[in-house]
């Protein structure tokens, strides 16, 4: 059975969180001698003289009308790769403890395992990029505290079944992560109305995909309180500046200009993949539900070198297991999709 209390590191457990100033007052005042912040402002049209709400209190409260998750189940990270790391920190004991990833699969996983000193057990998706149940079965130990989803995923493009995975949030006693980065992109549900159900449930989502704004850092990750608490109590007092918070509450009045660029990006990726599968030097376009496509190809390495000559980058991800042969492409606006177009008609 899960029980946060069995996967929790110890010191972790006993931590006493750092105390802001602005956490010990709360209230009306008009005089505030107590951050020892510059009283005379910033040199700047704007001021950010004063420390940011350690919560983010607004940007979770419309966070929280746009994703039906009541605030207190949200945690805010200097994107979500700040979340990545503090999970790991929070329930992995260094050199003890170990997660599994299932490659091919977001990078960050692993770099933050070995950044903690974590083990991370790779049971590789299979052929068609789902999970391999039998192998994340067969790798789980005592010692395994994490797994990592990714839905839709990167660098696939495509979405993991859901069946598999509940059969993992409802078998394993640590925590299933669902990276939800490219959700926005997808046609399948998201997991956070599954969190009533599933107390060992973390999903992950962010502003810097759909939303626009990966300059601001802004990444989100939903669960229940108790772990919201855990993590909330572990990262850095002021993780979410002052200016991306101010920033991301404006852009989130946004919706329809942000559905507008979503619609705009699917048909986008229609045209990109009807267009680059009639190219001779493509061998299969794997089907996505992300803002970008999976190309496998004969000659990765010459046109990933072709096109950068020509100064477009794409990913080469022919050295990524199961992915050999292939190149990720972000999905552009119509004429940075007809200017990729038009010069890999010119690649032989
Ligand atoms: C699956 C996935 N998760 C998380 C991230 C990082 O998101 P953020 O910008 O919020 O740190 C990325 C970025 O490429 C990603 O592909």
């Known amino acids: 059975m899960y029980n946060i209390n069995n996967i929790l590191r110890e010191n972790i457990k006993n931590l006493t969180p750092y105390s802001s100033a602005r956490d010990e007052y709360q209230g009306e005042a008009s005089v505030f001698l107590d951050a020892n912040e510059n009283a005379y402002g910033s040199p700047l049209d704007q001021q950010f003289n004063r420390y940011p709400d350690p919560l ?9 009308e746009i994703k039906g998750v009541p605030a207190r189940n949200i945690f805010i990270g200097n994107g979500s790769d700040e979340a990545i790391d503090i999970l790991f920190r929070s329930f992995c004991n260094p050199g003890v403890d170990n997660v599994i990833i299932v490659p091919p699969t977001y990078g960050m996983y692993q770099v933050s395992a070995n ?8 049971v590789l998706l299979t052929e068609d990029y789902q999970l391999n149940l ?10 395994t505290k994490l797994i990592f989803i990714c839905s839709p995923n990167n660098p696939t493009g495509n979405s993991i079944n859901r069946e598999d995975v509940e059969t993992l949030l409802a078998n394993f006693n640590g925590l299933v992560i669902v990276d939800e980065a490219y ?16 107390a060992n449930l973390v999903v ?14 802004i ?7 108790e772990i919201i608490e855990v993590m909330n109590k572990v990262k850095p007092p002021y993780n979410v500046n002052e200016s991306s918070q101010q920033l991301a509450l404006e852009a989130l009045a946004n919706v329809d200009q942000v559905n507008g660029w979503i619609r705009e990006t699917l048909l986008q990726r229609d045209r990109l993949v009807l267009a680059i599968k009639e190219f001779e030097f493509v061998l299969d376009i794997y089907p ?12 990765a390495n010459g046109i990933y070198d072709f096109l950068v000559n020509k100064g477009i980058i794409v990913r080469n991800r022919s050295k990524v297991e199961l992915c050999e042969g292939s190149l990720r492409i972000t999905v552009g606006t119509p004429e940075e999709n007809t200017i990729l177009l038009d010069t890999l008609k010119t690649f032989k």
């Not at 959700?183 to 599933?198: A, D, G, M, P, V």
């Open 219 to 225: 990444g989100m990750a939903f669960a229940s309180e």
């Open 288 to 299: 996505s539900d992300a803002n970008f496509i999976l190309v496998k190809t004969t000659d």
């Open 183 to 198: 959700i926005n992109f997808s046609r399948q549900k998201t997991f956070i109305q599954e969190l009533t159900e599933y």
């Open 134 to 143: 039998e192998g994340i079965a067969e790798a789980i130990d005592k010692n």
């Open 115 to 122: 950044i903690n000193d974590v083990e991370a057990r790779k």
């Open 56 to 64: 983010q209190y607004k940007v979770k409260m419309r966070l929280s």
């Open 204 to 217: 992950l989502q962010t502003l810097s995909k759909a939303w626009g704004l990966a300059g601001l850092r």
